[in-house]
Antibody, heavy 116, light 111 residues
Framework: QVQLQESGPGLVKPSETLSLTCTVS????????WSWIRQPPGKGLEWIGY???????NYNPSLKSRVTISVDTSKNQFSLKLSSVTAADTAVYYC??????????WGQGTMVTVSS | QSALTQPASVSGSPGQSITISCTGT?????????VSWYQQHPGKAPKLMIY???NRPSGVSNRFSGSKSGNTASLTISGLQAEDEADYYC???????????FGGGTKLTVL
């Protein structure tokens, strides 16, 4: 069974870049699509974007100008960078394995707070 | 992109059936059979319950079923149990941005 684990700083300063990594175990990253989703405290889910193992990406239009998702197949990892963060980017960030448009497997999530 | 529309809350008694709606447009729910449903308990990651409108992943109880009519998808939970109390989210492919859009979520209370 594929398992995913997010890692990265829990606190990021305003205007800086949020960086998270998702490590995939129990299966190869070299297939399927791999996504990032976030959930602000007390609010709903927001799809951020996905990457295919080959490197092709697709991003949420509302975040596209600030988002970069990359993949490292040698480490079975994929990563998220979100630039110019504000308090509105405070959320639990999840990584997931996406099949067509369904998020089949999810990481446990990591809370990221944007504050000075 | 606009979120799909779900009722904020629904409730039901143990043993009853409830249905949660998810309304979109012809650019998402109505135009494609790529609707998914997720269950999220407090402090936990979401769990996929239904994909491609009506398919259940292995291990998901057959008390959960999905359907679609026009621009509205529905999740039905039969034989309601206390453990079903959770937040439920729908999602769909959207051609307006060739991406994924979520509903606002529905809190299910088991009375």
């Amino acid at each position: 069974q594929v398992q995913l684990q997010e890692s990265g700083p829990g606190l990021v300063k305003p205007s800086e870049t949020l960086s998270l990594t998702c490590t995939v175990s129990g299966g190869s990253i070299s297939s399927y699509y791999w996504s990032w989703i976030r959930q602000p405290p007390g609010k709903g889910l927001e799809w951020i974007g996905y990457i295919y193992y080959s490197g092709s990406t697709n991003y949420n239009p509302s975040l596209k100008s600030r988002v970069t998702i990359s993949v490292d197949t040698s480490k079975n990892q994929f990563s998220l960078k979100l630039s110019s963060v504000t308090a509105a980017d405070t959320a639990v960030y999840y990584c997931a394995r996406q099949m067509y448009t369904a998020m089949v497997n999810w990481g446990q999530g990591t809370m990221v707070t944007v504050s000075s | 992109q606009s979120a799909l529309t779900q009722p904020a809350s629904v409730s039901g008694s143990p043993g009853q059936s409830i249905t949660i709606s998810c309304t979109g447009t012809s650019s998402d729910v109505g135009g494609y059979n790529y609707v998914s449903w997720y269950q999220q308990h407090p402090g936990k990651a979401p769990k996929l319950m239904i994909y491609e409108v009506s398919n259940r992943p292995s291990g998901v109880s057959n008390r959960f079923s999905g359907s679609k009519s026009g621009n509205t998808a529905s999740l039905t939970i039969s034989g309601l149990q206390a453990e079903d109390e959770a937040d439920y989210y729908c999602s769909s492919y959207t051609s307006s941005s060739t991406s994924v859009v979520f509903g606002g979520g529905t809190k299910l209370t088991v009375l």
